[in-house]
Structures are given as structure tokens and as C-alpha cells.
T-cell receptor, first 116, second 114 residues
Framework: DARVTQTPRDKVTEMGQEVTMRCQPI?????VFWYRQTMMQGLELLAY????????DSGMPKDRFSAEMPDATLATLKIQPSEPRDSAVYFC??????????????FGPGTRLTVL | DAKTTQPPSMDCAEGRAANLPCNHS???????VYWYRQIHSQGPQYIIH???NNETNEMASLIITEDRKSSTLILPHATLRDTAVYYC???????????????FGTGTRLTIIP
């Protein structure tokens, strides 16, 4: 069945390094979301796209984070430079806009990022 | 988005109905109630949503009070695989800047007891 895929599943890196996380949304879905989950903050929305255009990135630290959709089958989230406080599980989700709303967001398995 | 209040944890015996409450006393007229769950080490999973009428699908039933200030998610025959954190979320169900955001609280950790 159709699923959101994310790579890598686990990433360990050192402070200052660039990190790129990738997401393949479900084919046909036109809305893609990036969330971050930590023990302290829980699940929080970082950014989301509709038809590859960014709609809201207010939850994302602008100085070091960037999110893009090079094409309809790939979304990327980059952190440069990475810091220990970026350690978290990053989830990508996709959905389809129907009757003016995305009701069901399909989440990927997440990328567990550890910054040493 | 209106805030929601859920009990931090609940237990339920396997095979019994699990009833998960949620208070959303400040909900607005155009806000829907959504339920998601997150099984350990997995991404959240959509369960059901509703506006004011009771809703049922293959996973669960959603009962919303007439004044819409609270709701209950019902898993009719809980299995061990239903052990998860359940999130009640209130959201405007209209497309627009920021409206797509799901604001997850701390949820209810449901444990199904064999």
C-alpha cells in the first residue's frame, strides 16, 4: 500500500555538519508537511507545502533550517550548521487537498537525528 | 486553534471498549475535532474527525457532545496493538495559511492490558 518514505531513518552527526533529510510523499498527494518531535516540545510543525510551494514555515528556525520540494516526489529538509539542540525525530507527512481541506495526514516513519 | 485537555494515561482490558475523553471547551463553530494516535517509534496515524455529528469508521467512533465542548473516542474492541498515545486536536477545517497545522498536545497514553 502507498506510504510516505523517509531517508535516512537514523542519522548521527557532529555539531556544525550539514544534515539533509529526504521525504517521498504518497504519489498524488499535493500537500507535504515537516514535523519535529522531542521529549520537551512534543510534536511541532516546522513547515508545509502545497503543490511544491511553501505555505507556512513559521515553525522553522530560519537561520539554519531550509525546506524545499525540488519536484513532486521529493521534499528535503536541511540543517546547516547542525547543533545538539536539533536532535529530534523529524517526520514528514503528506495529504491531498479535497473540498478545501487536507483531513488526513499520512506520516512517514521519521528520521531520528542525533547531533553530538 | 482551541486547546484540548486529555487525561495523561488510561488502561483498558483487551477486548473491552476503550473510551478516551477530550475537553475542548473553547472550540469555535468552524473548528473540527481530529484524533490521531502514535504507536511507539512510529509516525502519528489519523483515526477520525468530526464537526458536531457522531462519526464512525473502521477504526473507531467519535462522540461529540451537543454543546461541542467535549468528545469521546471509542475503540470498540481494544487489542494490544491499540496501545499508543492518542491525540485530540481541534482545527479549522478550511484551507488557508496556517489552517493545515495540527497542534499536538501531550495526548493520552492508552495501555491495553492482556
Amino acid at each position: 500500500d502507498a506510504r510516505v518514505t523517509q531517508t535516512p531513518r537514523d542519522k548521527v552527526t557532529e555539531m556544525g555538519q550539514e544534515v539533509t533529510m529526504r521525504c517521498q510523499p504518497i504519489l498524488g498527494h499535493n500537500t507535504v508537511f515537516w514535523y519535529r518531535q522531542t521529549m520537551m516540545q512534543g510534536l511541532e510543525l516546522l513547515a508545509y507545502f502545497r503543490n511544491r510551494a511553501p505555505l507556512d514555515d513559521s515553525g522553522m528556525p530560519k537561520d539554519r533550517f531550509s525546506a524545499e520540494m525540488p519536484d513532486a516526489t521529493l521534499a528535503t529538509l536541511k540543517i546547516q550548521p547542525s547543533e545538539p539542540r536539533d536532535s529530534a525525530v523529524y517526520f514528514c507527512a503528506s495529504g491531498f487537498l479535497l473540498a478545501g481541506v487536507v483531513n488526513e495526514q499520512f506520516f512517514g516513519p521519521g528520521t531520528r537525528l542525533t547531533v553530538l | 486553534d482551541a486547546k484540548t485537555t486529555q487525561p495523561p494515561s488510561m488502561d483498558c482490558a483487551e477486548g473491552r471498549a476503550a473510551n478516551l475523553p477530550c475537553n475542548h471547551s473553547t472550540i469555535s463553530g468552524n473548528e473540527y475535532v481530529y484524533w490521531y494516535r502514535q504507536i511507539h517509534s512510529q509516525g502519528p496515524q489519523y483515526i477520525i474527525h468530526g464537526l458536531k455529528n457522531n462519526e464512525t469508521n473502521e477504526m473507531a467512533s467519535l462522540i461529540i457532545t451537543e454543546d461541542r465542548k467535549s468528545s469521546t473516542l471509542i475503540l470498540p474492541h481494544a487489542t494490544l496493538r491499540d496501545t499508543a498515545v492518542y491525540y485530540c486536536i481541534v482545527r479549522v477545517a478550511v484551507s488557508g495559511f496556517g489552517n493545515e497545522k495540527l497542534t499536538f498536545g501531550t495526548g493520552t497514553r492508552l495501555t491495553i492490558i492482556p
